[in-house]
């Protein structure tokens, strides 16, 4: 009969650690949701035509649920003793206003193409959090950082399902890895 092994109980030390872990990436999804919200801005700026006001209302709306998202984890890290890394919000604040203006001078697949693979980065960045959130014991941010693995994921199925069948997508996805997520027929 095999010999059953008790799990060893996880020390004090492992428990930090998985806390560093959680305050790592919650700073790096804080300034991402800076970078993703002004990025968003300057796109559904950019959709200016008539054609595309359904287009234009979703990512204006997109983007009042990063800017929720970052008062969420700006919460989150002053609970935990931490606050945003400066020189991460300078960059992701640079990064966020060049891709905003890019719009107005680009064409629509770029940057669709580049929220969807943002978003896919976002639901992955947030399901980490939880993971170590879980082994460090801050069970409470479990149910918000799910709400935003699912809004994330809502997110890159929008950007996916606008370039599902664009003749750049096989290349691109070739080149970059990310292709949108399957698309949920309508009589499932
Ligand atoms: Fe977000
Ligand atoms: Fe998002």
Redesign the pocket.
Known sequence: MATVVPLSPRSASDEATDRAATVAILQAAYSG?LA?AYAYRGHWKSLWRVRRTAARCEIRLIES??WH?RHLVGEMLAELGAGPQRWREAVMWSIGRFFGSLCFVGGWFGPVYAAGRLEAA?VTQYEQAAVHADRAGLDVYLPQLAE?VE??DRHERYFGALIADHPLLPMAARLLGWRPPARVSDDS
């Open positions: 949701e993703a649920e990063e998202h976002n935003m809004t994330e």
